[in-house]
């Protein structure tokens, strides 16, 4: 079974700071795919990246970059120089890549809910 | 590209009337689209997968007598909620797989979904 977790409810930081979100995952199968997910006030789901299992690189987009760990389990999201639009509900998923039917279902984190103060 | 639309995105209704919600891959074709629901606060839950020209996979505890899916054509994909109750009440999205496409392949898009309210 898979799961992911991400630990931090909610988060408040004030407008410039760095605020990195956690998330940490659990599946037995040896391919996936990791995900982070932006979730604004209007209720559209963001695809912000997704990371593939073998391929650890961190990537860094603008003011956003990610640090993927095989060795922790674990995909974290830091923000940069945070600005009030960062606020959102970032969600973290994962699914197993495709071997058939139902392979492409996510399996979604709680989320956590950034709040950036200006 | 990889923009997926619903509609409506806001829709009152009586209860027991049926509403339908429609999922469309604008610039992308998904043979599989999924529904979820959402609850205030909370996590997305999946309702159901569906895949073009067969019938929808339910999660458990999805009835699918209630919730009716219909994945007729590459690009559309909707969701009937038949005579709805209070309790159906709550946020729908809609996503669709993109198969191809490099980097954003093997992703699910959203649609910007779709707050129903059953009086």
């Known amino acids: 079974a898979q799961k992911v977790t991400q630990a931090q409810t909610e988060i408040s930081v004030v407008e410039k700071e760095d605020v990195t979100l956690d998330c940490v995952y659990e599946?037995?199968?040896?391919?996936?795919?990791l995900f982070w997910y932006k979730q604004p006030p209007s209720g559209e789901l963001v695809f912000l990246i997704r990371?593939?299992?073998?391929?650890?690189q961190n990537e860094i987009s603008g003011r956003y970059s990610w640090n993927f760990q095989k060795s922790t389990s674990s995909f974290n999201f830091t923000i940069t120089a945070s600005q009030v639009v960062d606020s959102a509900v970032y969600f973290c998923?994962?699914?197993?890549?495709?071997?058939?039917?139902?392979?492409?279902?996510?399996?979604f984190g709680k989320g956590t809910k950034l709040s950036v103060i200006p | 590209g990889a923009v997926v639309s619903q509609h409506p995105s806001r829709v009152i209704c009586k209860s027991g009337t049926s509403v339908k919600i429609e999922c469309r891959s604008l610039d992308f074709q998904a043979t599989t689209m999924f529904w979820y629901r959402q609850f205030p606060k909370q996590s997305l839950m999946l309702m159901a997968t569906?895949?073009?020209?067969?019938?929808?996979?339910?999660e458990q505890g999805v009835e699918k007598d209630k919730f009716l899916i219909n994945h007729a054509s590459l690009t559309l994909s909707t969701l009937t909620v038949t005579s709805a109750h209070p309790e159906d009440s709550s946020f729908y999205i809609c996503?669709?797989?993109?198969?191809?496409?490099?980097?954003?392949?093997?992703?699910?898009?959203f649609g910007p979904g779709t707050r129903l309210t059953v009086l």
């Open positions: 990371r593939n299992s073998f391929d650890e």
């Open positions: 996503s669709a797989h993109r198969l191809a496409g490099g980097k954003t392949a093997d992703t699910q898009y």
């Open positions: 569906s895949n073009e020209g067969s019938k929808a996979t339910y």
């Open positions: 998923a994962l699914s197993e890549m495709y071997s058939g039917a139902g392979s492409y279902q996510l399996t």
């Open positions: 599946t037995r199968d040896t391919t996936y795919y």
